[in-house]
């Protein structure tokens, strides 16, 4: 059709009407990403619907349809529509938080610095506010306005901006970006080949050198875990050459930080007995028992050795636990014992 009904992913709660050009009407069809004109900015929207005609206004123009098929099933927009009315929440916001996130293009704006702002600053003709602008934006040759904004300590900081652009200072340009997870890299500290410098060694520096000869390859994240002050310690030791740092692409764990592998305790004569009599019965059908003990008395360690002795003869366990701020606790106990065997369901989870 050569209109569309359009959702964008802005705080806003109607949809719009844009005009398709002829050469992208194949392209559209409800679930597609289109890139779209809205005010001064591009953003991201979403196809609702085709339309036969506008009337009132002229429809401004799709720029670019984004994908090659639909991201989701046109019967599932009745539903985004319900929850956007009943959560009084912007369409377009719902869609996309229903979806993966990195999908999203949007307009940056930057800021440089003009020829005319470079001869002004070397002249020593600006105000103070306009000298902090040209000082912060010329090291980095141009900076974002976000980033402009955060860091000039100025409370007319945007009508400053506005006026430095009409006077031609500084140049306002926008980027189209994408979002997206980065990937994420951590460092890691291996054995040097041989120092070149020799250094003064304090004790934490000894207990470094210690750890990585030790491990042969520990993350600084480990390391710090270890001694706190490590960040600050590995500079010296790298460029005398008794370390080595190197980055390496990590995997994000959805289940929260690494957890170290634990060694299962002995257990004391309570929890050995109470241990046992569960299982004399493990193949008696169903049977409940309460395991009565103070705070710190060892009650998750029985939890965990029943857990081990059904996984062992190749069944599953369900631990329950009554409130959703005790499961970070519960969750890194069992994932140190149990690895990634290990899968977390709560209703504060995505």
């Given at each position: 059709m050569p209109y569309i009904s359009v959702?964008?992913?802005?705080?806003?709660?109607k949809s719009y009407t844009y005009k398709v050009p002829d050469h992208l009407q194949e392209f559209c069809s409800p679930g597609v990403r289109v890139l779209v004109p809205f005010g001064k900015r591009r953003v991201t929207g979403y196809i609702l619907a085709g339309q036969e005609s506008c009337e009132g206004f002229?429809?401004?123009k799709i720029l670019d349809v984004l994908d090659d098929h639909p991201l989701f099933p046109e019967s599932e927009i009745l539903f985004f529509k319900w929850i956007s009315d009943y959560y009084i929440y912007p369409l377009g916001d719902v869609i996309k938080a229903a979806l993966?996130?990195?999908?999203?293009?949007?307009?940056?704006?930057?800021?440089?610095?003009?020829?005319?702002?470079?001869?002004?600053?070397?002249?020593?003709?600006?105000?103070?506010?306009?000298?902090?602008?040209?000082?912060?934006?010329?090291?980095?040759?141009?900076?974002?306005?976000?980033?402009?904004?955060k860091n000039c300590q100025n409370t007319t900081i945007n009508a400053l901006i506005r006026r430095m652009e009409k006077e031609d200072l500084i140049w306002v340009s926008?980027?189209?970006?994408?979002?997206?997870?980065?990937?994420?890299?951590?460092?890691?500290?291996?054995?040097?080949?041989?120092?070149?410098?020799v250094i003064r060694m304090s004790k934490k520096r000894e207990k470094i050198l210690a750890l990585v000869k030790e491990k042969q390859e520990i993350s600084l994240t480990g390391l710090k875990v270890i001694i706190p002050t490590a960040p600050a310690l590995i500079k010296?030791?790298?460029?005398?050459?008794y370390i080595k740092i190197i980055q390496r692409q990590v995997f994000r764990d959805p289940l929260g930080d690494p957890v170290e592998p634990d060694t299962?305790?002995?257990?004391?004569?309570?929890?050995?007995?109470?241990?046992?009599?569960?299982?004399?019965?493990?193949?008696?059908?169903?049977?409940s028992?309460?395991?009565?003990?103070?705070?710190?008395?060892?009650?998750?360690?029985?939890?965990?050795?029943l857990v081990w002795?059904?996984?062992?003869?190749?069944?599953?366990?369900?631990?329950?636990?009554?409130?959703?701020?005790?499961?970070?606790?519960?969750?890194?106990?069992?994932?140190?014992?149990?690895g990634d065997k290990t899968a977390v369901i709560h209703s504060s989870l995505s």
């Open positions: 959702a964008v992913s802005l705080p806003v709660m002229t429809a401004k993966p996130s990195g999908f999203d293009r949007h307009d940056v704006s930057f800021v440089s610095v003009t020829q005319k702002g470079r001869a002004r600053l070397d002249a020593e003709g600006l105000t103070p506010g306009e000298k902090q602008v040209l000082d912060y934006i010329l090291p980095k040759e141009s900076c974002s306005l976000k980033q402009l904004k926008s980027v189209l970006k994408k979002d997206g997870a980065k990937i994420k890299k951590e460092k890691f500290i291996t054995p040097g080949d041989e120092p070149t410098t010296p030791l790298a460029l005398a050459g299962p305790p002995k257990l004391t004569c309570e929890q050995e007995a109470a241990v046992k009599q569960v299982e004399s019965k493990f193949n008696l059908g169903f049977c028992y309460l395991l009565s003990g103070i705070t710190g008395s060892g009650k998750t360690e029985v939890y965990m050795r002795d059904v996984i062992e003869k190749g069944k599953q366990a369900i631990v329950l636990v009554p409130e959703i701020s005790l499961i970070s606790q519960t969750e890194r106990r069992f994932r140190a014992r149990f």
